[in-house]
């Protein structure tokens, strides 16, 4: 019996982790930890019994174990209830898919108690990469990634030497807004950000891969994850998502994953590495989807992702930079309070503001964070 815990457990990734669990009946939850959502929440701790159930918000937390004081379940809060639960003794492996960095302390948690990482909180990787990489080498845990694009990548690396990367080919839907210039984009709303083309996937990363920053975000992991230069990796719009990405060999040779745009493949993948299990669902009909198309990303049009490879370049703390203005200016997306537009120029001028820091710490990087959004507010 595999033992796992979820972090962001009702969350999009949290929520299909968590069918993935019950097609395969042989994986005990150990932990389970959410934002706010306690009614979801309770429904899986009924479900799926945890030893431990932690809560961001304190009062949540409260409320919660009133509701749920039939059973043996802890329930903890803040960050000091997410590491708890991060390091729940019996897990092996933790789910990370808590949204934004406050992923970072309780990945770190983990890892230094042994447990592998199945990866869905790209913000821990885009912000401290130097950290992340260098401890799973020491601890010799591994980093299994979740998203869609590094799980296709990690699946065409297996048996390969990761040395004889050229090129990694990072693809991309282009979002709802594909071929739409700036102009045409000035008078985006919420709804329309909203409609992702593909894929079912929680608000902030809906809008984040409608401006392209999510692609940007992945750029920026792929560098950490397979130990490539940012110039390693080439970002391909493939409109179908059907092919999750790509890599290109030094000898010229190309190998894809392909599959439907479902992600309990991935997640499914990560848990039970290197092992492939059934999974129930629609198959891929090369005859029915007939074409596959390609096209060079606008970086003209979505600066988002120019802005990432900038700040990817620079390294130290400006990736947290652009990570933080974007979570900022994604929340105030959200809330109505700025247009679409906004979005990318906020990140850009939290970014020709700051002075990067090289190799910061845990500490230094959250306070990098804290500086922007109080740069910002005070902007915007």
Request: aromatic share 6%.
């Amino acid at each position: 019996m595999k033992k796992i815990s979820i972090l962001g457990s009702t969350g999009s990734i949290g929520t299909q982790t968590l069918e993935v669990v019950r097609n395969q009946k042989d994986i005990q939850v150990t932990a389970l930890a959410a934002g706010s959502n306690i009614a979801v929440l309770e429904q899986q701790i009924r479900e799926f019994k945890p030893s431990i159930a932690c809560v961001w918000n304190e009062k949540k937390a409260a409320e919660l174990s009133s509701l749920i004081k039939d059973l043996d379940t802890k329930v903890v809060s803040g960050m000091e209830g997410l590491i708890e639960a991060a390091v729940e003794p019996s897990a092996e492996i933790v789910v990370t898919a808590v949204v934004g960095m406050i992923g970072i302390r309780p990945t770190i948690a983990a890892m230094e108690a042994g447990k592998d990482i199945a990866l869905a909180n790209k913000e821990t990787l885009v912000t401290a990469g130097h950290i992340i990489m260098k401890l799973a080498e020491e601890k010799k845990v591994r980093i299994l990634p979740v998203d869609s694009e590094h799980s296709a990548i990690f699946q065409c690396l297996n048996g390969e030497n990761r040395r004889e990367i050229h090129k990694i080919l990072l693809t991309a839907s282009g979002g709802p807004f594909r071929g739409r210039t700036r102009e045409q984009m000035a008078k985006v709303r919420v709804e329309d950000a909203l409609k992702h083309p593909n894929w079912a996937m929680g608000q902030k990363i809906t809008i984040d891969s409608s401006t392209m920053v999510n692609k940007g975000l992945e750029v920026m992991e792929a560098k950490w994850l397979f130990g490539v230069e940012m110039d390693q990796v080439q970002v391909v719009v493939q409109p179908q998502s059907v092919i999750h990405s790509m890599i290109q060999f030094e000898d010229g040779a190309v190998m894809a994953q392909l599959g439907t745009p479902d992600m309990k493949l991935p997640i499914q993948y990560a848990l039970y590495y290197p092992e492939r299990r059934y999974l129930p669902g629609e198959r891929l009909d090369f005859a029915a989807l007939g074409s596959i198309t390609f096209e060079n990303p606008d970086f003209e049009n979505f600066i988002g992702l120019r802005l990432a490879y900038e700040a990817g370049k620079t390294g130290g703390s400006m990736p947290t930079v652009f990570n933080a203005a974007n979570e900022l200016a994604v929340k105030k997306f959200l809330d109505r309070k700025i247009g679409y537009l906004d979005i990318t120029d906020m990140i850009e001028e939290a970014m020709n503001h700051h002075q990067a820091v090289k190799e910061p710490t845990v500490e230094k990087i959250l306070e990098t964070e804290a500086e922007t959004y109080e740069y910002l507010e005070s902007r915007w």
